[in-house]
């Protein structure tokens, strides 16, 4: 397939190799990294090991690729008012594009683009980060789950995940975007949050820690019973495995604490303020999640 990925940070990097790796066109639309992806390709790194994959062509200009069969968007999602200028050029009248945003609302987002059934979001249970220009290492590959946008799974659905599957991602179709969307939130609302909130932390640190593994685990219920009450329930079990899965990332940094770090806009509406709203409309009490926003917030202020 001619495939282009918007966004080539640590998310979009990965996946624009493995899928240029399966044999398929991949153009990189590429803010800050373009050149060096033409000049160096992409250099992938993962248990010690380091590849280097290039792709069809990396530009700035979504002109200058032109409409794909497939848009894989890694955007953060406070970038999603650029979308419409960013994928028009890229839309033709078949194009499927897939979000592997975090949060919710950007399938919202991508419906004022094309049509719904055309449309696929896919969850990234992964630790991967972009360690230098066109550089991306992970120390857990993961797995990918991916939904349509209404509905249950469908050919755009079957298209994306056997394309991700093919180039060796752990990728399964789920019945259900919404059920697959809060089991994502019930690690990247505590983790991400508290991260920030507890003054620069990483996740080993949020474990070690009594008072903030305590919040991470009162978070984790809050978001259990949001699903629940939205129809999208997920047992305890799930939420043990989020502790285990998260002592195995070791000192890891989320992607909203690097965000936060580095000074760029944090995700707070997709991460934290729609799913507290949604909670919220169902009868859901959050107060932990409301405090750890307010927290969050102020953290933002502070740094100016």
Request: proline share 5%; glycine share 10%.
């Amino acid at each position: 397939m001619r495939i282009a990925v918007v966004g080539t940070g640590a998310l979009g990097g990965w996946y624009a190799g493995l899928l240029a790796e399966a044999g398929h066109q991949v153009h990189c639309l590429a803010r800050s990294d373009h050149a060096t992806i033409v000049r160096d390709g992409l250099t992938l790194r993962h248990e010690g090991t380091q590849r280097v994959v290039r792709v069809a062509s990396a530009t700035p200009d979504a002109a200058a690729i032109g409409a794909c069969d497939l848009v894989v968007v890694t955007l953060k999602s406070t970038s999603n008012a650029a979308l419409p200028e960013l994928l028009g050029p890229l839309l033709g009248p078949a194009t499927v594009v897939v979000t592997l945003q975090n949060g919710m609302g950007n399938v919202e987002a991508l419906a004022r683009l094309l049509p719904a059934d055309r449309i696929v979001a896919g969850l990234c249970f992964v630790c991967i980060n972009r360690l230098a220009p066109a550089v991306i290492g992970t120390t857990l590959a993961g797995y990918v789950r991916m939904a349509a946008a209404a509905g249950p799974a469908n050919p755009a659905v079957a298209t994306c995940v056997a394309a991700f599957a093919a180039a060796g991602v752990d990728c399964r179709a789920e019945a259900s975007l919404e059920a697959v969307l809060w089991k994502k939130l019930c690690w990247n609302i505590p983790f991400n949050g508290l991260a920030i909130a507890g003054g620069g932390v990483t996740t080993d640190r949020i474990l070690a820690d009594p008072t903030l593994n305590d919040r991470a685990y009162r978070l984790m219920k809050e978001v259990q019973a949001a699903a629940v009450a939205r129809g999208h329930g997920f047992d305890d079990a799930h939420i043990k495995r989020q502790f285990v899965v998260t002592v195995g990332m070791g000192p890891y940094r989320p992607s909203s604490l690097i965000d936060f770090q580095e000074g760029r806009d944090v995700e707070v509406e997709g991460i934290w303020g729609e799913p507290l709203r949604r909670g919220l409309t169902a009868g859901v009490a959050m107060p932990e999640t409301q405090r750890l926003v307010a927290d969050i917030k102020a953290r933002l202020s502070a740094r100016g």
